[in-house]
């Protein structure tokens, strides 16, 4: 079984700019959820999405936003770069909402802000 | 709120030695607490997890955790450490309902043949 894929795996962007993450969970999965991991911050909680609806939110401003579609594939965008908006954005997918289910985690989205 | 401290940055052990890498949490309830690795570029890989019940739980890998309500922990252990542990461990704590995880800050483990 596949696991799960974030695309791509590397961006520059320049400050202002706007960029789109992707996230394709491992099949069968409807949960996903997203984290910011920063050398400062950690691994930061932004939200989480099951059956195409934002259950929980980080305390992230809003220029960070998602979406989940039917086939539980999500994106997360991001508007109006910032310099500390560099970070590796991990996507994690589980089957549903309980904890007992484990969160499967893809390899990351490295994002570098110019 | 929930928190999570990990008090050791970089831990550097010889291969073979046993290996213990502190946990402590802050949390109302019943804490869901995890541990996970990530190697250099990838993502996190769970290593185990604490729901109730038998507070030795363990893991993949040859890792286990002890959860100890009275101190709030829930440190990682394992006997003999190989040189392919090398990697960060985070420590998180979660609640049920909601797979938003609180992590701590991580801790770097080195393992020197």
């Known amino acids: 079984k596949a696991g799960v894929t974030q695309t791509p795996r590397y961006l520059i962007k320049t400050r202002g700019q706007q960029v789109t993450l992707s996230c394709s969970p491992i099949s069968g999965h409807r949960s996903v959820s997203w984290y910011q991991q920063t050398p400062g911050q950690g691994l930061q909680f932004l939200f989480e999405y099951f059956s195409e609806t934002q259950r929980n939110k980080g305390n992230f401003p809003g220029r960070f936003s998602g979406r989940q579609f039917s086939n539980s594939r999500s994106e997360m965008n991001v508007s109006t770069l910032e310099l500390g908006d560099s970070a590796l954005y991990l996507c994690?997918?589980?089957?549903?909402?309980?904890?007992?289910?484990?969160?499967?985690f893809g390899n990351g989205t490295r994002l570098t802000v110019t | 709120a929930q928190s999570v401290t990990q008090p050791d940055i970089h831990i550097t052990v010889s291969e073979g030695a046993s290996l213990e890498l502190r946990c402590n949490y802050s949390y109302g309830a019943t804490p869901y607490l995890f541990w996970y690795v990530q190697s250099p570029g990838q993502g996190l890989q769970l290593l185990l997890k604490?729901?109730?019940?038998?507070?030795l739980v363990q893991g993949i890998k040859g890792f286990e955790a002890e959860f100890k309500r009275s101190q709030s922990s829930f440190n990682l252990r394992k006997p003999s450490v190989h040189w392919s542990d090398a990697a960060e461990y985070f420590c998180?704590?979660?609640?049920?309902?909601?797979?938003?995880?609180?992590f701590g800050t991580g801790t770097r483990l080195t393992v020197i043949p």
């Open positions: 998180a704590v979660g609640q049920t309902g909601a797979n938003n995880l609180f």
């Open positions: 994690a997918s589980s089957l549903d909402v309980t904890l007992a289910s484990p969160l499967h």
């Open positions: 604490y729901f109730s019940g038998d507070t």
